[in-house]
């Protein structure tokens, strides 16, 4: 007959098994409950897209469609997990022959580390549909976390699940900061290719370098300076405009749209700095004469422009030389155009101190 002392040890036994069994249960939530971070503006079709509804009947479809991507956007919330696990659904389960599936429809989670945003795992997405570990094997602490979404696709629904018996919400630090967002406006590169991942196109890495909310206005091959979107930008208290139009705008389009669409943002904000970009020294212009000639007539345009308004009396209007950007290895590029990972990085290190600069604070 078992003794009081070996049943007690066994009811204890069996509790923490229990407790154990109950803990590595996972348990889903909504993130629509979380804050979100990188919208231009609230009034859009559904959460994980960036441009308005009002844009549906007047953007190009293609300029739409792009809008409907979740580029930029990152979730904010804390929780003692010591997994954290995501479900999610894309609109479309976008593929290309360039850029990783990962960086298209996966997620891309960061942890705070004191002051500092540190990479703790990435979604890879298996299908339309997609049930993913982050981070697991985690000690059971207090943690913030930011989250970021697909760069070329967006989710329909998104859920982050945690231990059953964990806490999870809200985040308890302002970080990054919310207030007067750095906005940029541009092409496929600031959409976001080709990244590996989210969390390594410049607007993601600078928003974690600099503290402050970027808001990605990037689209791929239609950065073509459509005024709506000169009116979004607009709508926008930004600390600082970027505009990174060059690499899809024709030298036409430039003539006839540039002027109109900083003149839009302009109007709105007298003393806010704008950022002009040039075109990159692409990796394949040394041998490709054709691109080559088009991006010194691209800069040359737009740098003709800047001096123009600056003449015109824009002291807060400002220009960013491509020279430096990409650095001069022939190795920051996936196809001689589209950003890898080391042009990004290359990329917003150069942003970082002149957007520093610019914010004044």
């Not at 020294?281 to 691109?291: A, D, E, S």
Request: hydrophobic share 40%.
């Amino acid at each position: 007959m078992m003794n009081k002392v070996n049943f007690w040890f066994l009811l204890l036994v069996c509790l923490f098994v229990g407790i154990m069994q109950l803990q590595a249960q996972v348990v889903f939530h909504d993130a629509s409950v979380f804050p979100l971070l990188g919208k231009a503006t609230s009034q859009t079709l559904t959460r994980y897209e960036r441009l308005p509804d009002s844009c549906q009947q007047v953007s190009r479809r293609p300029l739409w469609e792009l809008g409907r991507n979740s580029a930029g956007l990152a979730l904010r919330f804390r929780s003692n997990s010591t997994q954290i696990k995501a479900r999610w659904e894309t609109r479309n389960n976008f593929r290309m022959n360039h850029m990783t599936p990962t960086g298209i429809c996966g997620l891309d989670l960061y942890c705070l580390d004191g002051d500092r945003w540190r990479f703790a795992g990435s979604g890879r997405p298996s299908g339309k549909q997609t049930t993913a570990t982050l981070v697991s094997q985690m000690s059971p602490e207090m943690r913030e976390y930011l989250l970021f979404l697909p760069l070329y696709d967006g989710p329909v629904a998104l859920e982050i699940g945690v231990d059953s018996l964990a806490l999870i919400g809200p985040p308890a630090v302002s970080l990054p900061r919310c207030g007067k967002p750095l906005l940029f406006y541009g092409t496929s590169i600031l959409q976001g290719g080709c990244a590996s991942r989210p969390g390594m196109a410049h607007t993601n890495i600078l928003e974690r370098w600099l503290q402050r909310e970027c808001i990605n206005l990037g689209f791929s091959g239609n950065g073509q300076l459509d005024l709506e979107i000169a009116d979004l930008i607009a709508s926008v208290d930004a600390s600082v405009y970027v505009l990174d139009f060059v690499p899809n705008a024709t030298v036409q389009q430039m003539d006839e749209r540039a002027e109109a669409f900083i003149g839009r943002i302009r109007a709105a904000h007298p003393h806010t700095p704008i950022l002009l970009v040039e075109d990159p020294r692409f990796t394949h212009i040394w041998l490709n004469t054709q691109m080559a000639e088009e991006v010194r007539s691209k800069n040359a345009r737009i740098r003709s422009l800047y001096e123009t308004l600056r003449r015109q009396g824009d002291r807060n209007l400002h220009f960013l030389s491509s020279e430096q950007m990409i650095g001069e290895d022939g190795e920051a590029c996936v196809d001689g155009i589209h950003f890898t990972d080391l042009g990004f990085m290359r990329y917003a290190q150069l942003l970082a101190p002149l957007l520093t600069d610019l914010m004044g604070d």
